[in-house]
């Protein structure tokens, strides 16, 4: 089977970004897990955040390059951040591309921020993405802002985050279900872990199973740091984490053989 490159592009400084980096005082991006601020990370108000005012700049300076590449299709993950980032990035493109939001682009969950609990802000506000990639079962049409639980890779993890949910008794799953999705992420701080790098390295193996199905097609992806870096990487270590894999700056992309 032959190899054919896509261009992955991370997206632009999301409000969790800045939050992180402030919170520990740092003029650059944390990008080490240990040094993330625990309380950035269980900060309800940065689920599924959105970009800074920055992250919009970044993205409306690196427009005018974008516009000389030849798209006609942009898969961008779910989360707002990216959904935003595709948006300003490529809306006056000459090839005007279809936009199709595919979860197997999301974040590794280990934060407030890399929980979709905006879904349904952001399809009312980018109404013109297609998002029938994740709407696809009952569930979901009825619960837009549930689609992190039911596209965990871990299955074991799954149930017993659904079962956590039923515990809580939420009459507005849509409304509260993301908080606690958020509460079960941290139940035993700082060592909880719902989402392993074992699990991502896994799921983005099946992420390339997905994007081969768009070879030969000019196709671009907006996705996020940990999915960049694993799928970038050659070597793992005994728990799945990327030995070599490339750190992507906000709003800058690299091209990937798949």
């Known amino acids: 089977m032959n190899k054919s490159k896509f261009i992955l592009i ?3 400084e999301s409000e969790y970004n800045l939050a992180a980096r402030l919170a520990v005082n740092s003029s650059k991006e944390v990008t080490n897990f240990k040094e993330e601020s625990l309380k950035i990370k269980q900060d309800e108000s940065l689920i599924d955040c959105g970009l800074t005012q920055y992250g919009i700049q970044q993205c409306l300076e690196s427009a005018q390059k974008m516009s000389s590449f030849k798209v006609d299709i942009i898969l961008v993950s779910p989360l707002r951040r990216a959904i935003q980032t595709a948006h300003y990035l490529f809306r006056d493109h000459p090839n005007k591309p279809k936009f199709i939001v595919v979860p197997f682009l999301r974040e590794m969950l280990s934060s407030s ?7 349904t802000t952001t ?8 998002y ?15 689609w992190t639980m039911e596209y965990l890779w871990n299955q074991e993890q799954k149930q017993q985050m659904k079962q956590y949910l039923l ?3 939420c009459d507005d799953l849509n409304s509260r279900g993301p908080k606690h999705i958020l509460d079960y992420l941290f139940q035993y701080p700082p060592d909880s872990v719902v989402e392993t790098f074992m699990d991502t390295m896994n799921r983005i193996k099946q992420a390339k ?10 196709v671009i992806c907006v996705t996020h740091s940990r999915f960049l870096q694993t799928i970038s990487a050659q070597q793992f270590d005994a728990e799945g984490k990327p030995k070599d ?12 053989d798949i």
Not at 123 to 130: A, I, K
Not at 209 to 218: A, D, G, K, V, W
């Open 10 to 12: 991370r997206h632009a």
């Open 132 to 146: 029938s990639r994740i709407l696809n079962t009952e569930f979901l049409q009825q619960y837009p802002n549930m």
């Open 209 to 218: 199973q997905e994007l081969s199905f768009y070879r030969n097609q000019n």
């Open 113 to 119: 921020c890399d929980i979709g609990g905006n879904l």
């Open 245 to 256: 894999g490339t750190w992507i700056k906000n709003c800058d992309y690299i091209e990937v």
């Open 167 to 169: 515990q809580q008794q």
């Open 123 to 130: 399809m009312n506000e980018f109404p013109q993405f297609d």
